[in-house]
C-alpha cells in the first residue's frame, strides 16, 4: 500500500487533516459545552438573587405569602425552572426524613448539598437526574441570607434537555461542517497527491523505456517546482545520452573502417611477400608502408586508452615548474618537418622567463595536438601564431590558424569524444576525433579551461589556460 509515492501522500496528508480538523472540531464543541453551562449558572445566579431580594420583601413584611408564592411561580415560568425557597438550620437538617416528606423535589443527594449551602458555599451541578421532577436538571443551591446570618437555601430546578438540545445540535453543526472540511481537502489532496506523483511516474516509464532501448517523446514539463526540474534534467539527460549513442554509433563505424582499412593493407603486403607477387626489391617500400598503416593502428588505440585513462582518474600528473618559451620552441622544431611539407610558418610570441607549472609531457601533447590541428586545417604557405602571456593566476596560450575554420554550430561540439566535422575530411587527415576531447581532459585535469573562436574560411583561434 505504501509503495506508492501517491498513496504514500495521500495517507500521510489525509491522517494529517483528519487529526487536525477532529482535534478542532472536538475542542470547538468541548468550548461549547462550557460556554453554555457557564452561561446557565449566571442566569440561575441572577434569578438567585432576585429571590433573595424577594425573600427579603417577604421577611420586612412588603409581601404577602400568596404574593410570594406567584412570584417565585412566574420568576419559575420565565424561567423555565422550579424555585424553592427552603427554611433550614442544622438541626431540622438532621432530621431528613421529614425534609422528604415535606418537600417532593427532596432527594437524598439534595442533604449532602444543602449541608454545604449551610456552609455558605454555592452549589451548582450540571446533570443530575432528579427523583422527583423525573428528568435531569441543572441544579443551583444557594444560600438564603438574612441579617442574622444563613437562614435557609434557595433551590433552582431547571431541566437540562434544552441545554442537551442546543449542545447537540451546534455539535451537529460542527462536525458536519468538519466532515464537509474533511471530504473537501480529501478531494484537494488526491488532486494535489496525482499532480505530484504523475510526473514523477512519467519519468519512471520513460527511464525505462530508455534502458530498454526503446525510444521516447520529451516529458512535458508542467511546473517550475524540484519535479519540474527533474523532467527538465530528464529531458536534458535523454538528449545526452541519443547524443552519446549516435557518436558512440558513428565513431565504432569509422573506426572499424579505419581499423579495416590499414588492416587490409597490411594483409595485402604480406600476403603478396608470401606469394612472391612482391619482388624482394620492392620489400623495403612494402614494409615501409606496413610500418606507417601500423602507427595508424597505435595512433588510433592510444587515444582511446588515454581518454579512457583520464576520465576513470588513473592518470596522474607530475606537474613543475616549466620554461614556456623553451618548451614551445622544442615543439615548433619538431613540428619543423610536416610544416616544411605544407610551407607553413609557425611564429612565437612568449616572454624569456614566463613560467607554468604543470606536467611537461602531457601540456607538450596539448600544444602538439592544437598546432597539428591547426597545420591540418590550413592551406597551404600561411602562417600559424602561437602567443603565451600571463593573465591574473594563469599562463594563457593561444594557437592562432588561418585555416578553413569551423562553422558556429559546430563549435560546442568539437571538444565531444569522437567528434569530427567532416567525414571526408576525417579520412583526409587521418583524426580519429579524440585529440580535442583528450586536450580539454588534460587541461581540465591541470585546473584550467579552453574554448574556440573560429568563422569558416577565416580561421581558428583555440584559447586555453593553466595555472601557474
Ligand atoms: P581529429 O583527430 O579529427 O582532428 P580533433 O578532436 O582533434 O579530432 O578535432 C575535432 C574536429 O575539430 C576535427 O575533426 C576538425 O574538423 C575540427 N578542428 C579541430 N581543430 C581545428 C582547426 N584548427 N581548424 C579547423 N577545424 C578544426
Not at 450540571?126 to 443551583?140: G, R
Not at 588561418?402 to 558556429?408: L, M, Q, R, T, Y
Not at 569530427?420 to 587527415?429: A, D, F, I, L, N
Request: proline letters at 1%.
Amino acid at each position: 500500500m505504501f509503495k506508492s509515492i501517491f498513496n504514500k501522500l495521500l495517507v500521510t496528508y489525509l491522517i494529517i487533516i483528519i487529526s487536525v480538523i477532529s482535534i478542532l472540531s472536538f475542542t470547538l464543541s468541548l468550548a461549547y459545552r462550557v460556554h453554555i453551562f457557564n452561561k446557565k449558572e449566571d442566569s440561575l445566579n441572577s434569578v438567585a438573587k432576585k429571590v433573595q431580594d424577594v425573600a427579603d420583601q417577604y421577611r420586612n413584611d412588603e409581601l404577602s405569602k400568596k404574593e410570594l408564592e406567584a412570584y417565585l411561580n412566574s420568576m419559575g415560568y420565565t424561567t423555565d425552572s422550579s424555585i424553592y425557597i427552603l427554611k433550614l438550620n442544622k438541626e431540622t437538617l438532621e432530621n431528613t426524613k421529614s425534609l422528604e416528606e415535606e418537600n417532593e423535589f427532596m432527594d437524598g443527594y439534595l442533604i449532602d448539598d444543602l449541608k454545604e449551602i449551610l456552609e455558605d458555599n454555592v452549589i451548582f451541578r450540571k446533570k443530575h437526574y432528579s427523583k422527583a421532577l423525573d428528568t435531569f436538571v441543572v441544579f443551583l443551591g444557594v444560600p438564603l441570607k438574612s441579617d442574622l446570618g444563613i437562614e435557609g437555601s434557595i433551590l433552582i430546578f431547571s431541566p437540562v434537555n434544552e441545554i442537551t438540545s442546543n449542545i447537540t445540535r451546534m455539535n451537529l453543526i460542527i462536525w458536519g461542517i468538519s466532515l464537509i472540511a474533511m471530504i473537501l481537502s480529501g478531494f484537494f489532496i488526491y488532486i494535489n497527491s496525482l499532480r505530484i506523483s504523475k510526473p514523477i511516474k512519467e519519468i519512471d516509464s520513460a527511464a525505462k523505456k530508455i534502458a530498454s532501448g526503446e525510444e521516447t517523446k520529451d516529458l512535458k514539463v508542467v511546473s517550475q517546482d524540484e519535479i519540474g526540474q527533474l523532467a527538465l534534467t530528464f529531458n536534458y539527460m535523454k538528449d545526452k545520452l541519443a547524443e552519446t549513442e549516435s557518436m558512440r554509433r558513428e565513431f565504432i563505424a569509422s573506426v572499424s573502417h579505419d581499423l579495416k582499412t590499414p588492416l587490409m593493407s597490411i594483409n595485402g603486403f604480406i600476403e603478396g611477400i608470401i606469394d612472391g607477387v612482391i619482388e624482394p626489391e620492392e620489400y623495403k617500400e612494402s614494409f615501409k608502408i606496413i610500418k606507417s598503416e601500423t602507427s595508424r593502428l597505435m595512433k588510433l588505440t592510444n587515444d582511446i586508452l588515454q581518454l579512457s585513462k583520464i576520465q576513470s582518474g588513473v592518470l596522474q600528473l607530475s606537474k613543475s615548474y616549466l620554461p614556456v618559451r623553451e618548451l614551445l620552441e622544442s615543439i615548433v622544431n619538431n613540428a619543423a618537418t610536416i610544416t616544411n611539407d605544407k610551407d607553413i610558418s609557425i611564429e612565437l610570441n612568449c616572454d624569456n622567463d614566463l613560467k607554468v607549472y604543470a606536467d611537461r609531457d602531457r601540456l607538450q601533447q596539448i600544444l602538439v595536438n592544437l598546432i597539428s590541428n591547426s597545420i591540418k586545417y590550413s592551406h597551404d604557405r600561411v602562417n600559424i601564431n602561437i602567443i603565451a602571456v600571463n593573465k591574473e593566476n594563469n599562463v594563457e596560450f593561444r594557437v592562432i590558424d588561418k585555416g578553413v575554420g569551423i562553422e558556429k554550430d559546430k563549435l560546442k561540439l568539437i571538444f565531444e569524444k569522437f567528434y569530427r566535422v567532416e567525414k571526408s575530411r576525417y579520412s583526409k587527415t587521418g583524426g580519429t576525433g579524440l585529440g580535442l576531447s583528450i586536450v580539454k581532459n588534460l587541461i581540465e585535469l591541470h585546473g584550467g579551461s579552453i574554448y574556440v573562436k573560429s568563422e569558416v574560411d577565416k580561421g581558428t583561434e583555440m584559447v586555453f589556460t593553466i595555472p601557474k
